[in-house]
């Protein structure tokens, strides 16, 4: 995967949230995404994997794109 984005499951009471978080630093991180009221740890795991996926190859893309753009100009 990646250093710099990792998916986050957390409990709060009965329910479950799920994160992916991008490390800006070596002290800081930031939520990019985020979904809550999962029922079990199992659902938001699967979710934030998924996600996490998904968020990379978008990102990815997205770079690729832009640098298309770099070359063109």
């Known amino acids: 995967m990646s250093k ?3 998916a986050k499951v957390t409990q709060k ?3 479950w949230s799920a994160a992916i978080v991008r490390r800006v630093s070596s002290r800081k ?3 990019s995404k ?3 009221g999962f029922k079990s ?3 938001a795991k699967a ?3 998924a ?3 998904t968020f990379l190859q978008q990102l990815s893309d997205k770079n690729k794109a832009r640098a298309e ?3 063109k100009s």
């Open 4 to 6: 710099k984005y990792t």
């Open 13 to 15: 009471d009965d329910q």
């Open 29 to 31: 991180t930031v939520v």
């Open 34 to 36: 985020q979904q809550d």
């Open 41 to 43: 740890e199992e659902e």
């Open 47 to 49: 979710w934030s994997e």
């Open 51 to 53: 996600e996490l996926k």
């Open 69 to 71: 753009q770099r070359q």
